[in-house]
C-alpha cells in the first residue's frame, strides 16, 4: 500500500510516479521483490496494487525464495510461515510484467544461498525482462563498506541503462 500510495500523491511528493523504484536487502530485498510485482499476489488484496507498475527493483542479498520443498534452500523462515510460505515467496510469485530487476549478491553468503538469487534473475530473463546479476566474490550476507560503494556504482548504471536515472552531464 505504500508504493500506491507513493504513486497516487507523486505530485505533492515531487517524484515521477513512472520512476518509483523499490529496492532493499536480505528479507527486505524479498520484501521488495514482491512489493515491486505489477500484479497483486495471493495473499493481498488487489486493492492494494498500486495503478501502475515501479520502475525497477534492486535487491541485496534478497531472501527471494522463502518456499520449502524446493531442496535448495531451507530457510529459518520457511518453519515460521508455513504452511503460506509457497504463496508469500517472491519467486513462486512470478509471472510475465516484472519490471527490470538488478540482484547484488555474495558467493559467500552464509545466511542466503546465491543460487536462490540466481534462479529467480532467469526466471525473470525467461520473460523477455531484464535482470542483472551481479556476484560479490567472497561476498557475505551482509556487504562490507568497500562492497557497497561498487554495489551503489553498479545500481546507478542499471538505473541510468534502463531509463529511470536521468543522464548526468
Known amino acids: 500500500r ?34 515491486g510485482l505489477p500484479y497483486a499476489p495471493a495473499t493481498t ?5 498500486p495503478p501502475f507498475p515501479v520502475a525497477a527493483i534492486s535487491i541485496r542479498s534478497g531472501a527471494v525464495d522463502v518456499a520449502e ?31 527490470p530487476v538488478i540482484m ?18 532467469n526466471q525473470i530473463r525467461q520473460f523477455g525482462t531484464r535482470c542483472q546479476f551481479k556476484s560479490v ?10 562492497v557497497l560503494e561498487q554495489a551503489n556504482r553498479d545500481e546507478e548504471a542499471f538505473m541510468l541503462s534502463i531509463g529511470v536515472l536521468p543522464s548526468l552531464r
Open 45 to 49: 488484496d488487489p486493492d492494494s496494487s
Open 104 to 121: 547484488i549478491h555474495g558467493n559467500a553468503d552464509e545466511q542466503v544461498p546465491q543460487s536462490t538469487t540466481i534462479a529467480a534473475c
Open 2 to 35: 505504500v508504493i500506491k500510495w507513493i504513486m497516487e500523491n507523486a505530485a505533492m511528493l515531487g517524484v515521477d510516479p513512472l520512476r518509483v523504484v523499490v529496492a532493499g536487502g536480505s528479507s527486505a530485498g524479498g520484501s521488495a521483490f514482491f512489493a
Open 69 to 99: 520443498g524446493d531442496g535448495t534452500y531451507a530457510s529459518p523462515s520457511t518453519n515460521y510461515f508455513f504452511p503460506v510460505s509457497n504463496e508469500i515467496s517472491p519467486s513462486r510469485n512470478l509471472r510475465p510484467g516484472v519490471p
Open 137 to 146: 566474490s567472497g561476498g557475505r550476507h551482509l556487504l562490507s563498506s568497500s
